[in-house]
């Protein structure tokens, strides 16, 4: 985490944009949490929303997944019985994702500071989530050079919902194209054609 920070904020951090399968991607991860998860007791719920097809997009895949695999373990980490949930949808240019849990919740006062690093004083986070701070703000700091948003919301005692966006954009493959044309006469209605069969009557 340490380390992440001093890149970003030295602005060594870049950006490594290729093809990302967000459906496949997801799906590991529900496969590596959900032991994690049922040993807390608790449920895991994946809700996918794209086709195949649709999940194939072009974004920095290491930080889309960073992203996520910090939400859920603090999700894991502060929910102690019920349910972990996570997912994405496209909701117009962008695929939205969320993580949402049944944890100790989140107080107004440290929901406008949740995404920074701890501070001390009155600004610090309660114990109840204490340890959560630099795996958010490094999160923020992704989502933002991704050129995303990310926001919660929550009710102490009840749980949180993360939620962040990233920029969709799809990789189109071309449909198959034959690249042998059919033979077009514009005369062609006008032909005549002579079939010879190679024997004694057509010679």
């Known amino acids: 985490f340490r380390s992440d920070i001093s890149k970003i904020e030295s602005g060594q951090m870049n950006l490594n944009i290729s093809v990302c399968n967000i459906k496949e991607q997801s799906d590991y991860l529900s496969a590596f949490f959900k032991p994690e998860v049922n040993s807390k007791g608790l449920r895991l719920i994946y809700n996918c929303c794209l086709t195949e097809e649709e999940a194939i997009i ?8 960073s992203i996520l695999i910090n939400l859920i373990k603090n999700a894991i980490k502060f929910t102690d019985k019920g349910s972990i949930e996570f997912g994405y949808s496209k909701k117009n240019e962008n695929l ?18 949740i995404f920074e690093r701890f501070r001390q004083g009155t600004e610090s986070l309660s114990r109840n989530y204490e340890g959560a701070g630099l795996g958010l703000s490094i999160s923020k700091s992704f989502v933002e050079m991704l050129s995303g948003k990310i926001w919660m ?4 005692g009840k749980g949180s919902t993360f939620y962040f966006t990233i920029p969709y954009n799809p990789v189109i493959e071309k449909s198959h194209v034959d690249t042998q044309p059919e033979f077009k006469n514009k005369n062609s209605r006008n032909l005549k054609i002579l079939i010879a069969e190679d024997d004694k009557f057509s010679e």
């Open 58 to 65: 072009k974004t920095d895949n290491e930080k889309v997944k």
């Open 96 to 113: 939205e994702f969320y993580v949402k849990d049944t944890g100790v919740g989140i107080s107004k006062e440290q929901k406008e500071f």
């Open 153 to 156: 919301d929550s009710i102490p």
